[in-house]
């Protein structure tokens, strides 16, 4: 199953400089480790020590945050598109 | 002379070079001016403040720029009224309203983050800019913008209150209206941002953008007499704001011009229908967990706060708290603010307003005190808001008869 991933600027060093990128997955946790394979390094970008999505990370499925659905369980089809998009400000 | 040394990460600590960037390659945390504090020590001194401009660039020697301010000159040093009735009415010894309704130009706080954004946006060598907006941001980077000659890109949910709508396009940017709430506009422009050479204002030049938020602070802290406040109540929808008032006092400590210690109590002052930061603090939970917003606080409806962890560690570390208020009390926080003081705010004002109305009768904010309520925006802007609470004029005809019969004014004797 393709899930096609926009990846954000600071991480594009990683995947030789390419904004998109396709892996096979079924749901968040296979997609990080899927890049990991394809992009060594990247996991521990995305995620901290413990494994989990740092705080500043926001991903989102079909433009929906994953914290509104089961955050890393999340499930992914075939055709999905997921973005990583850092946290940014805004507001008071 | 320039004192920003560089930015650096929030999170591991790493350095940067002063560009339009952002975040941090490695943990993705928000990357923060850095100053070299040695020589600000040395060159600057109340003195010198008090005889500077006007203006929030009296204390440019704190903000991330390198040359001369070339936006913004008129914005900032917004006066902070002693509010001796509402101090009355809530039983309060000494209470002041710090009043960013009336900044120029734009009446709200946003014109000091913008002023400091498009200096810095022009010397790094932009000719275009870009924000994504609840309203008060949008209408102050369309009119410094126009001012100093840049190309707008203005994105903003589509369901805004018409007067901060008009108050964009009136100074003629483009204005984009996004099927969506703020954090989708936030999104879609973080992705914009990659493509597209321009300076955003609240991505890529936020590091800036953010700083010009102190000037809020330091402002406070002259207006007492040099001297932070023992309470602060500070409206939140990302959080920045508390955690740069903080930041303030901490600098101006740090660079001994403060009598005293700061030993300033922040609290967080948030929306019944958003309010993330607020709820983590009340629940003591280590996490920010986000909310799809629904109040009519719009200038706060930001689900997903980028500073709000920052902001919960600066609520903690000060002793502070936080209060969360209905649509009514809002409304309510607004009209008595007017009635009292004379000062008509917007919605995030109202929020301000409830909350430490709140917090006093709870006892977390001691009455015995100096008490600063930050007001960061003007009523006219969010008039919708209260527009069926403020009741109706009584209509009359032009006739004295019409006049006593319909206001039955109290009867008082003319002196002959």
């Known amino acids: ?92 | 002379m320039s004192f920003l040394k560089c930015l650096k990460s929030k999170g591991s600590g790493r350095e940067y070079p002063k560009e339009a960037i952002y975040v941090c390659e490695y943990d993705f945390s928000p990357l923060e001016a850095d100053y070299d504090y040695d020589a600000i020590r040395k060159a600057l001194t109340r003195e010198k403040i008090e005889k500077g401009p006007r203006s929030l660039w009296r204390y440019r020697a704190l903000l991330p720029v390198d040359g001369e301010p070339t936006v913004g000159l008129y914005s900032g040093f917004t006066p902070l009224v002693r509010a001796k009735r509402l101090a009355a009415e809530w039983g309060v010894r000494e209470l002041y309203i710090k009043d960013d309704s009336v900044c120029h130009p734009t009446w709200s706080f946003k014109d000091r983050v913008v002023a400091v954004a498009l200096t810095r946006a022009r010397e790094l060598g932009f000719t275009t800019v870009a924000c994504a907006s609840t309203g008060n941001l949008a209408n102050a980077v369309s009119a410094h913008g126009a001012k100093a000659g840049f190309e707008r890109y203005i994105f903003i949910p589509h369901d805004l209150e018409r007067g901060k709508v008009l108050g964009s396009l009136v100074y003629n940017p483009h204005v984009i209206a996004v099927e969506g709430n703020y954090d989708d506009v936030n999104r879609l422009c973080s992705e914009i941002v990659a493509k597209y050479h321009w300076g955003f204002v609240n991505v890529n030049l936020r590091p800036y953008y953010s700083e010009g938020s102190k000037t809020i602070g330091f402002e406070i802290a002259e207006q007492l007499g040099w001297k932070a406040p023992d309470h602060m109540v500070v409206p939140a929808a990302s959080g920045s704001l508390i955690t740069k008032i903080w930041k303030a006092f901490k600098e101006f400590e740090k660079l001994e011009l403060l009598n005293g210690r700061v030993t300033t109590k922040i609290h967080c002052a948030q929306p019944e229908g958003c309010s993330p930061i607020a709820t983590a603090i009340l629940n003591k939970s280590e996490h920010v967990l986000p909310v799809k917003p629904k109040t009519i606080a719009k200038s706060l409806a930001i689900g997903n706060p980028a500073d709000g962890y920052y902001a919960k560690d600066v609520i903690h570390d000060s002793g502070g708290s936080a209060a969360i208020v209905s649509d009514d009390e809002i409304r309510e926080g607004i009209k008595t603010l007017a009635r009292m003081e004379g000062i008509f705010t917007e919605t995030a004002g109202g929020v301000t307003v409830a909350s430490a109305q709140k917090l006093i009768r709870q006892g977390a904010i001691d009455p015995d005190s100096v008490i600063v309520l930050a007001i960061t925006g003007n009523g006219l802007k969010t008039q919708e808001a209260i527009q069926t609470a403020v009741g109706e004029p009584v209509f009359i005809e032009p006739s004295l008869k019409s006049f006593e019969e319909k206001v039955r004014p109290p009867k008082t004797v003319m002196k002959a």
């Open chain 1, 1 to 92: 199953m393709a899930i096609k991933i926009r990846i954000p600027t600071p991480l594009q060093k990683l995947t030789g400089d390419k904004a998109e990128v396709a892996v096979q997955a079924r749901n968040v946790n296979e997609m990080i480790e899927a890049l990991e394979k394809s992009y060594p390094g990247i996991k521990s970008r995305i995620c901290d020590e413990t494994g989990k999505i740092r705080r500043f990370v926001n991903i989102y499925l079909n433009e929906e945050d994953i914290r509104f659905l089961s955050q890393e369980k999340t499930g992914l089809k075939d055709g999905d598109e997921v973005s990583i998009v850092p946290a940014i400000a805004g507001g008071l």
